[in-house]
C-alpha cells in the first residue's frame, strides 16, 4: 500500500489543509523555483557543451574578433541567466513560511479569546498552521539552496574558462 495513489493523495490533502492557505502560496514558489532550477541542470547538462563548442571552433577557425567577442559574451550571459532570481526566490521561502507562522499563531489566539484553554483539540489546528509552514518553507530553501550553490560553482567555473578563452582568442 505504500504506492497507492489514493493514500498519496489523501495526505497530500490532509497536509496542505493543516498548513493552511500558505501553503499554496509556498507550493507555487517551489514550483517556479524548481523549473528554473532544472531549467539551469538542462543548460548544463545539454545546451552549454555545443555553445561553448561553437565559441571554441570560432576562435580556433580565426573569426574576426567582434564575432568572437560577441559569442562569448553571449555565452557568458547564457550562464548566469536565471541564477538572481533563484537566489531571490530562495531567500523569500522561509519568509513565506514565517507568514504561515504568524497567521497559523493568529488563529491559536482568537481560539483562545474565545474559547480559553479548556480545548487543545482546537488551539492544535493553529499550531500546525503555525509549524507545517514554517518547516516546508525551511525544506524548500534549503533544498534549492543545495541546488543553487552547486549550479552557481559550476557556472562561476565555467565563466571564468570562458573568459579565458576570450582572451587567449
Not at 55 to 84: F, H
Not at 91 to 104: E, F, K, N, Q
Not at 105 to 127: E, H, K, Y
Not at 136 to 161: E, H, I, K, N, P
Request: charged share 10%; glycine share 8%.
Amino acid at each position: 500500500m505504500l504506492f497507492d495513489p489514493s493514500v498519496w493523495q489523501a495526505s497530500l490533502e490532509q497536509f496542505f489543509k493543516s498548513g493552511g492557505w500558505v501553503l499554496f502560496l509556498l507550493a507555487w514558489t517551489a514550483l517556479v523555483m524548481w523549473s528554473l532550477l532544472l531549467e539551469r541542470c538542462w543548460f548544463r547538462l545539454c545546451i552549454f557543451p555545443a555553445q561553448q563548442r561553437t565559441c571554441m571552433e570560432l576562435s580556433k577557425s580565426g573569426a574576426s574578433p567582434s564575432v568572437q567577442i560577441t559569442k562569448v559574451g553571449e555565452l557568458q550571459q547564457a550562464l548566469q541567466a536565471s541564477l538572481p532570481l533563484i537566489k531571490t526566490l530562495i531567500a523569500i521561502c522561509p519568509l513565506i513560511g514565517l507568514l504561515g507562522t504568524v497567521t497559523g499563531m493568529i488563529q491559536v489566539f482568537d481560539i483562545l479569546a474565545f474559547n480559553g484553554t479548556g480545548n487543545p483539540r482546537l488551539m492544535s489546528a493553529g499550531v500546525a498552521k503555525a509549524t507545517i509552514p514554517t518547516m516546508a518553507g525551511m525544506v524548500l530553501a534549503v533544498s534549492g539552496l543545495l541546488m543553487y550553490t552547486w549550479l552557481q560553482r559550476w557556472s562561476q567555473l565555467q565563466l571564468s574558462s570562458v573568459q579565458a578563452l576570450s582572451k587567449a582568442g
